[in-house]
């Protein structure tokens, strides 16, 4: 998959851009607040139709302007399609080859890209939340039938919240169940994914670390008997359910679910949480998303594009070196943004494309 031309009127600080990337290194370059980081925000929402930064509509469009226009040119094994995303502050629509699209998952798979930015090392450190969005977007690409679980789950888990905040609690019991059945489906497919990828990550890891640390991804359930779970998952469910009943009255929510649960990172039988330094927290992060790619290259036969902001200033040179080595073997296109092209040693790389981002314009 490759980005051919991207086009964009008025989104964020970037006016009026228009440029064709090479199939290979696109490095953007430029001082801080110039607009690297606006432009691969553009390129994730035409695959995506979010922004990475949990952006709302009407932070996207340019100061002052009514709308923002993302379009771009997407090729796969030598097909070429349109893609183009309208941001209005009441909402988005995205057209695919002139054809407006009614449904989501008709939009989805003509794009596929995998972001890695700096702040996704707390990933290791920081809550569940983040670690949840990253497995959720992950098991997404490839299994366009999890949006669907997932948001039958969401409605459920909201209508049950809803008689739980004002004490309701008759008529519940048909919601737990429907809670209980529409959260296997979710569960069940975040598990499949991580048994895919778990030796995926161990091999990079140790590409990437250059040791033989042991790294571990495991699903966890929050306060879910694990055992149980796996004998029987919809009566430990529910179980865990009965027992958190005081607990959900009191909080007016649902306790248990997988809007709750996490992921464990291990590393050496540790937890990564706890115990990784801060260059094992980077390399377990870098992993997963070379995990990532290799997962979504297996599913579509073709590479995604990957979105890499300000990676150099935080890894350190030999993490940064594996990680160029590891895409120069690939006939993946990767989208760079770095302040200064002396972090890229842009020279290594074949086949590259430098762009300097000054005040929202490109200069060549
Ligand atoms: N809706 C908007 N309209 C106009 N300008 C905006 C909008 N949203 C953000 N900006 C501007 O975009 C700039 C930030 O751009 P961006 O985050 O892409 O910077 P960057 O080049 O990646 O810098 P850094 O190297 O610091 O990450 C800021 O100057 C900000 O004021």
């Known amino acids: 998959m490759k980005l051919i031309k991207l086009k964009l009127a008025s989104f964020r600080n970037l006016q009026n851009i228009e440029l064709a ?114 497995l959720d977007r992950a098991v997404f690409t490839c299994d366009l039938g999890y949006l669907t679980a997932y948001h039958d789950y969401a409605k459920i888990l909201k209508n049950r919240n809803a008689l739980l905040k004002v004490n309701e609690t008759a008529g519940i019991e048909v919601w737990t169940e429907q809670l209980v059945q529409a959260a296997l489906l979710v569960i069940e497919r975040r598990k499949a994914y991580l048994e895919r990828i778990d030796r995926l990550l161990q091999g990079f890891y140790s590409e990437i670390s250059g040791n033989d640390e042991t790294v571990q991804i495991e699903y966890r359930l929050h306060g879910v008997d694990a055992q149980l779970f796996a004998g029987d998952p919809a009566g430990a469910l529910a179980q865990a359910l009965k027992t958190h009943a005081a607990e959900e009255r009191r909080r007016g929510s649902t306790a248990i679910g997988p809007h709750r649960d996490d992921l464990y990172f291990g590393l050496n039988g540790r937890s990564a949480r706890q115990f990784a330094s801060q260059g094992q927290q980077r390399s377990f992060v870098l992993a997963l998303k070379m995990a990532e790619i290799e997962h979504i290259t297996r599913c579509f036969d073709a590479p995604p594009v990957l979105l890499l902001d300000d990676m150099t200033s935080e890894l350190d040179r030999e993490r940064n070196r594996n990680l160029m080595e590891f895409l120069k073997k690939r006939e993946m296109q990767v989208f760079i943004t770095t302040t200064s092209l002396h972090n890229v040693d842009v020279d290594q790389l074949q086949d590259n494309k430098t762009f300097r981002i000054k005040e929202g314009k490109i200069l060549d």
């Open 21 to 134: 990337p090479g199939k290979k290194f696109n490095v953007f370059y430029g001082n801080n607040g110039q607009g690297k980081t606006n432009l691969l925000e553009s390129i994730y929402l035409l695959a995506t139709m979010k922004s990475f930064k949990q952006a709302r509509n009407a932070e996207l469009i340019a100061f002052g302007g009514e709308f923002a226009l993302v379009k771009g040119t997407v090729e796969r094994d030598q097909v070429r399609r349109e893609i183009a995303v309208l941001i209005e502050k009441q909402g988005k629509k995205a057209k695919i080859d002139a054809k407006l699209m009614t449904r989501l998952d008709d939009f989805f798979g003509n794009l596929n890209v995998v972001l890695f930015t700096p702040e996704e090392i707390s990933m290791v450190r920081g809550g569940p939340e983040l670690r949840r969005r990253y």
